[in-house]
């Protein structure tokens, strides 16, 4: 069984920093795209950023320049280090990772269970 188990969230002032954190674990036999979403009240979930296993980045056009998306593969862990946060930027931030395991095969994409980010003015 997967689990992708999410870290980081919180409260912080504009022009602020966090760092969310994911790690995943399970029998995963291999992990290709790791990425970030979030989904604020009343909105739909969007794409933050995303990495592939060979470090290829995207973001979206709201936080390019203020936020990095990077990976430990030996950790299975995916990093979101945002800067100058905007009260915009509140939202449930949701860890995504395609994957295969040993024992259900895949790659299939798995989510975290969400991390509450909070910006205030």
């Known amino acids: 069984q997967v689990q992708l188990v999410e870290s980081g969230g919180g409260l912080v002032q504009a022009g602020g920093s966090l760092r969310l954190s994911c790690a995943a674990s399970g029998n995963i036999f291999t992990i290709n795209a790791m990425g970030w979403y979030r989904q604020a009240p009343g909105k739909q979930r969007e794409l933050v950023a995303t990495?592939?296993?060979?470090?290829?980045?995207n973001y979206a056009d709201s936080v390019k320049g203020r936020f990095t998306i990077s990976r430990d593969n030996a950790k299975n862990t995916v990093y979101l280090q945002m800067t100058s946060l905007k009260p915009e930027d509140t939202a449930v931030y949701y860890c995504?990772?395609?994957?295969?395991?040993?024992?259900?095969?895949?790659?299939?994409?798995?989510w975290g269970q969400g991390t509450q980010v909070t910006v205030s003015s």
């Open positions: 995504n990772c395609n994957l295969a395991t040993y024992l259900l095969g895949g790659p299939k994409d798995y």
């Open positions: 990495i592939t296993s060979g470090g290829r980045t």
